[in-house]
């Protein structure tokens, strides 16, 4: 059974810098992706990386995260710069069984099958 653990959540002040990662085991990688959610609101995509490479993010965070991957070491990453305190919620790492481009919306939760138990980003200002 597939196996995703989040860490490198932590608080900081506005304009600082964090690096998730998600390890992951036994699950087939196809489309990876980061989630988040706030309290009171709903769970929203944050960025998506395909098996070529390929990304898409949210506006809220274009220019500003970026997605990868080690596929060696079985491992995704979101490099977020300029944090927002409203960027503040916990972070999920999700994995789907097909590529990004076989979904007409792969930013939503509702694609992905396998999920992290999240780690909590905190910006204050």
């Known amino acids: 059974q597939g196996q995703i653990a989040e860490a490198g959540g932590d608080s900081v002040q506005t304009g600082g810098s964090l690096r998730l990662s998600c390890a992951s085991s036994g699950v087939r990688r196809n489309c990876m992706a980061w989630f988040r959610q706030s309290p009171g609101k709903e769970r929203e995509g944050v960025a998506i990386?395909?098996?070529?490479?390929?990304?898409n993010y949210a506006d809220s965070v274009k220019g500003r995260f970026t997605i990868s991957k080690d596929n060696a070491k079985n491992t995704l990453f979101l490099q977020m710069t300029s944090l927002k305190p409203e960027d503040t919620a916990m972070y999920y790492c999700?994995?789907?069984?097909?590529?990004?481009?076989?979904?007409?919306?792969?930013?939503?939760?509702?694609?992905?099958?396998?999920w992290g138990q999240g780690t909590q980003v905190t910006v204050s200002s």
């Open positions: 990386i395909d098996s070529d490479l390929g990304t």
């Open positions: 999700a994995v789907a069984r097909r590529p990004c481009d076989f979904y007409t919306r792969a930013m939503s939760e509702t694609v992905y099958n396998y």
